[in-house]
């Protein structure tokens, strides 16, 4: 029997314990999407205890807290910090095959240097240590990203934000990991929220103009990404229900705004129609740019109408929706190609049965703009575990070039979570070592490593263009 998490966990060969650790655990990390926040990074952040690090935000755990049967106090509510860690203790010891479990536990062997079992009864004990080495100036959160080996994060940035705390990064040369901006415009997009004339008010206040028309807010769209590439941005991120594709005219788009902003309601079929061209619209603008467009959808968000109201959204109430229908992908997709204006493009579904569609219509669109042009992203969210990432690399090495895979993310709240690259690298390596040693694939160690390397850290560098040594 193996060991619980020792130094060859999720390591089943030979070929695969030489290439995590002659390879993978090596390579630095390139974190470039997140939802990290650049305030706490700015003014290096140090945490009082474990819940705050691990509970603060994390709505993956308040999920399994509340399968069990976890009352809401000790998970949003007000209860203690140190009781919320005991609730949190009691739950893990029933996580059996749920990556919370691994992650958790990665985490405490990483940063705090324990490698015992978290549960109900070594609760005190964990909270005791992971207290007092948080006290340390090692755990800062500066730090904490400096020990993880990271190089260059990616956060993620409202059109409207002055971006003023990645200015303070930016200008202190005492830190040399490079925190960027992601623009996230869904606000802007999303014109069927009641609350979307009091953004178009904010975006125009930060663009300096008035927004009235669609022709408005595309000008003043330009302007933000302008200010953002000056912030050395080359990635933006939206979330999209799904990848629609409704095309209509100018003068109909304009009606259907001049509608919205007049507060009059709109169609289902006129918020299509107006996301489309709005996707159409940024799609463009970032191949002018020469950016990075990622397109995540699958989700269907705030299910739980009771608990929306009282926690607001990203408290874990959020699941899978299965319509994404591929056609209008791909007719989304066409309509930028067809005039040279597709951007670089990372398509991640929520529903793991979209990972064949997707790795057919990366396909239809790849060309020598760049390698690996048209990305399937890592699996995401609910997918982000040992099943979920082998599919997904499974499906692309099927369907696609595998050795271009830009590889994995955190997706994350925490400056803990980098150990998710760990746990990713493992999995990559087990599964490309079993390929080797069924005979699959040659052992040719040069490039093995090249492929490790490169789906690690290289890859990335090498397609948002980050101003990065490749290893």
Known sequence: MKAFMDKDFLLSTDTAKELYHGVAANVPILDYHCHINPQEIAEDRKFENITQVWLGGDHYKWRQMRSNGVDEYYITGDAPDREKFQKWAETLEKAIGNPLFHWSHLELQRYFGYTGILNSETAEEVWNLCNAKLQEDSMSVRNLIKQSGVTLICTTDDPADDLSWHKVIAADDTFDVKVLPAWRPDKAMNLEKPDYADYLAKLGEAAQMKIKTFADLKEALKKRLAFFESMGCRASDHALEYVMYVPASEEELETIFAKRVNGEAITREEELK????????????????????????????????????????????????????????????????????????????????????????????QNSDAVGKIQQGSAWWFNDNKTGMIKQMTSLANLGLLGNFIGMLTDSRSFLSYSRHEYFRRILCDLIGTWVENGEYPKDMKNLEKIVKGISYNNAVRYFGFDLETV
């Open 274 to 365: 107006f996301k489309t061209a709005f996707m159409l619209f940024v799609g463009r603008e970032y191949a002018r740019m020469g950016w990075a467009m990622q397109l995540h959808y699958g989700c269907k968000r705030d299910n739980n109408v009771t608990m929306y109201n009282k926690l607001g959204p990203d408290t874990g109430y959020d699941c899978i929706n299965n319509y994404a229908p591929s056609s209008q992908t791909a007719d989304f997709l066409n309509a930028l190609i067809t005039t040279n204006e597709l951007p670089k493009t990372i398509i991640y579904s929520l529903n793991p049965n979209d990972d064949e569609a997707i790795g057919t219509i990366l396909g239809c669109f």
